[in-house]
């Protein structure tokens, strides 16, 4: 049979289907890939689940935005810090609030993880859904006054604090002491040599960010007017003055920063304030078990990395004439504590970890113990006084009082159903052993005398001398 011969005409139409129909699977691949896109970065990335805590999910969308205002925070606090240092230090300062800043700008749409960031998130779930174990609740106006009250004048809270109990006879005569010495006139510190006060007038982190707005901590401004020490005092706002100073730190606060965290009004109730304020109550609960006294030892001891080199020193601690001083401040690995030959001071059994308390609280004036593991390492304990009621300090009810609230949250933790992409660690332990707050202070090493100009070796020629 003969083969049909087609004509051009025909040819040219075949292939303008064929094109056509090429560049509409094109387009519709083209728009597939853009549509494709477009869902995984406004739905599908911000819907991501990062983890998962009693049931309760913890998208990316509001990690993004606690990020944004973790990182808000730090340039905030370095800003702060980089006015109270040298001038190396502050320029090092500096640079972190620049790179905070940068940070801050790049959050949204960013698949990486800070794992402090979502561990805090995961850490205020357990803290939120854990209230009612203490008896506690969080009502919706109390986050709204809890926000509020961050930018109200320090002294003026719109939530006036809990009273302090009446003090015990020690305690009190401690504070009698306290306040006389404050009245002793004292020279005038510099600047260089002050930490960062709370509250203290000084460039907020807004600025770093670059909004003019007063920080969450209740920071003011740069530009916010600071009174002369000679000026007079200010008298105390009142209630209804308070809340209007309040009010308009909030709303300066709000339109200078959450635009940029793409924040809310009550994103920033949910996901900043609710937290925080769940965290308070619970620390303020379990600190109201705490008393004033405790039964408390008197100890010392010697840290080393092995349990050898522990049973080893043991032997010598109890060989006759051996001065568990002097060999502690030889062997430890304490450098807190050995200068002082070990001296941990008074401690309460909260203040150390389970296996060092447990130890020291059975032994008896003069006995020392065998070696005990803890993370640190290995110790020998030796037990100097007992005192079965002794009153405690300030810094031992506050160390006391944030052992109990990582404890609590360590316990509900592991009572939660928690999933998620790092391991829940709410409490990580010290990098290296701490002293309790009633242990001696290190002693300052005595400066080295400089040695007479005769000794000296004169810099090369063409060598700047050292300064």
């Known amino acids: 049979m003969r083969r049909r011969r087609i004509s051009r005409r025909e040819r040219e139409a075949r292939q303008r289907r064929l094109l056509v129909w090429g560049m509409t699977i094109a387009g519709a691949l083209v728009a597939l890939v853009l549509i494709g896109g477009i869902v995984n970065e406004y739905v599908i990335k911000p819907r991501t689940v990062l983890a998962s805590v009693g049931g309760t999910e913890i998208r990316r969308r509001d990690y993004w935005k606690v990020r944004a205002m973790d990182l808000f925070d730090q340039a905030n606090q370095y800003q702060q810090f980089a006015q109270f240092v040298g001038p190396d230090q502050q ?89 006389v010495a404050n009245e002793t006139p004292s020279p005038a510190p510099t600047s260089a040599s002050l930490p960062p006060p709370p509250g203290n007038t000084a460039v907020s982190g807004a600025a770093a960010i670059g909004s003019p707005v007063a920080s969450p901590a209740g920071t003011a401004t740069a530009a916010t007017p600071v009174a002369s020490p000679a000026a007079s005092p200010v008298a105390t706002p009142n209630a209804e003055q308070a809340r209007a100073t309040a009010e308009a730190g909030y709303t300066q606060f709000r339109e200078g920063v959450f635009e940029q965290a793409h924040m809310s009004r009550a994103d920033y109730e949910r996901l900043i304030a609710r937290p925080r304020a769940a965290r308070e109550k619970v620390a303020a609960s379990l600190a109201t078990q705490v008393g004033q006294s405790a039964e408390q030892v008197h100890a010392a001891h010697i840290l080393v990395e092995t349990r050898d080199l522990a049973q080893e020193i043991f032997n010598q ?65 030796q037990l100097l006084e007992h005192d079965p009621d002794r009153a405690l300090t300030d810094q031992q009810i506050e ?47 005595a400066a080295t005398p400089a040695p007479p100009a005769e000794m000296l070796i004169p810099p090369a020629v063409g060598t700047p001398a050292a300064g």
């Open 91 to 179: 320029q090092q300062y500096l640079q972190l609030a620049q790179q905070a800043q940068q940070d801050f700008g790049n959050v949204w749409g960013n698949t990486d993880v800070d794992e402090t960031t979502l561990q805090k998130m995961i850490d205020d779930q357990v803290y939120l859904q854990n209230l009612d174990q203490l008896g506690l609740e969080l009502t919706d106006a109390e986050v709204a006054t809890y926000a509020l009250n961050q930018f109200a004048p320090a002294e003026a809270p719109l939530a006036p604090p809990s009273p302090s109990p009446t003090l015990i006879p020690a305690r009190a005569e401690w504070a009698t002491q306290t306040a």
């Open 317 to 381: 601690v109890n060989a006759p004439g051996a001065d568990f001083r002097q060999i502690a401040a030889q062997q430890s690995t304490d450098d807190g504590t050995a200068p002082n030959g070990g001296d941990l001071g008074w401690f309460a059994r909260e203040e150390m970890v389970p296996p060092f308390a447990d130890a020291a609280f059975t032994l008896t004036p003069g006995e020392i113990s065998e070696p005990v593991e803890t993370q640190f390492g290995w110790h020998i304990i």
């Open 399 to 445: 160390a006391i009082e944030q052992a109990r609230t990582e404890r609590w949250l360590a316990d509900r933790t592991a009572e939660t159903r928690i999933s998620s992409d790092i391991e829940p660690t709410p409490t990580p332990g010290a990098e290296a052993f701490q002293p309790p707050a009633e242990a001696p202070p290190t002693p300052t090493p």
